[in-house]
């Protein structure tokens, strides 16, 4: 009688995703217990894009994933992977007589042919074709950002919190928490982690994942949270949405749910977020509160 038990909750239970993009300490506003000793400068380590509000949504999200885990059907992170020489850094960059560019200059293809920017390495050619193909697409200009999320560093690590967490439902569930890098080619712009903003045919992986979505398409409720709301969290869910419409209709997106208190917009771009948050909702995607969804996987877990 306890093994049909158990196997009916296991049949009964519903498939719930939790998708977590970017939870990195460069994007978090981490206070000074979170930020270790450099051993190669003597000084703490600090973010180098932190979003205001970031390290509250990152304990926020802990503590839903340490009440709730035994509800998890899965979860998937998504990661910043750069390098420092990238066209969104101020390495690759120089303003006139050969000047840095600091970072947050937003940088036109127009600026460009006018000779204000200029790419370091020589290859105007090519800079000029990703800026004009991206202003095309319509949905962001280049922007100029602190060197972040650099491969290999302390600030491409998960927030440790969330690490710990995931962590222990991987412990529990005897399972693994899929890891997405994205960002790695140098020559374009990754917010999202389905694709790039301008994808490099010599690149396969800054084309459309198909293998990530597919990943996603069996949940009947993918919770998303993470950073940051106005730019990796946006630019994602707005590819998967695009999928899952076309895939499966509209309808569909009333599986995708916003953790609107586990997601928090780069300053200065919170009419962006807040755009697009509405955007989503008017197209059936849920915005939902951490408790509400603790609830929820309280509720699948049978508890």
Known sequence: MQNTSVLWSLIMKRNLHLLII????????????????????????????????AHQDMLRLAGLINRGRQGL????VTLDAHHRFDI????????????????????????????????????TE??????????????????????????????????????????????A??????????????WTEHYSAVMAEVPDAADPATELNLAFLDSLAPAEQIYIAGEAGSHCVKASVEHIAGHFAERFGEAALARLALLTDCI????????????FLAAMQARGVQLVQSGEVLQELLRNAGR
């Not at 059907?73 to 998937?76: G, L, Q, T, V």
């Not at 697409?137 to 600030?155: D, F, K, Q, T």
Request: glycine share 10%.
């Open 22 to 53: 970017d939870p990195q300490n460069d994007f978090c506003d981490l206070p000074s217990g979170y930020r270790p000793e450099n051993p190669a400068t003597r000084t703490a380590q600090a973010p180098a894009l932190p979003v205001s509000g």
């Open 73 to 76: 059907s899965a979860i998937s």
């Open 88 to 123: 969104a850094h101020p390495t690759f960059w120089a303003g006139p007589n050969g000047a840095p560019v600091a970072p947050f200059t937003p940088i036109s293809a127009a600026d460009v042919r006018a000779a204000r920017y200029l790419p370091r390495n020589g290859a």
């Open 126 to 171: 090519r800079a000029l074709a990703y800026l004009d193909a991206l202003e095309a697409a319509g949905r962001y200009r280049l922007m100029v950002w602190p060197v972040h999320c650099e491969i290999g560093s302390w600030g491409g690590c998960v927030h440790d919190d969330v690490r710990a967490a995931y962590n222990r439902w991987e412990d």
């Open 173 to 186: 569930s005897l399972g693994v928490v899929g890891k997405l890098l994205k960002g790695s080619n140098p």
């Open 264 to 275: 928090s917009p780069v300053a200065g771009f919170e009419p962006q977020y807040h755009d």
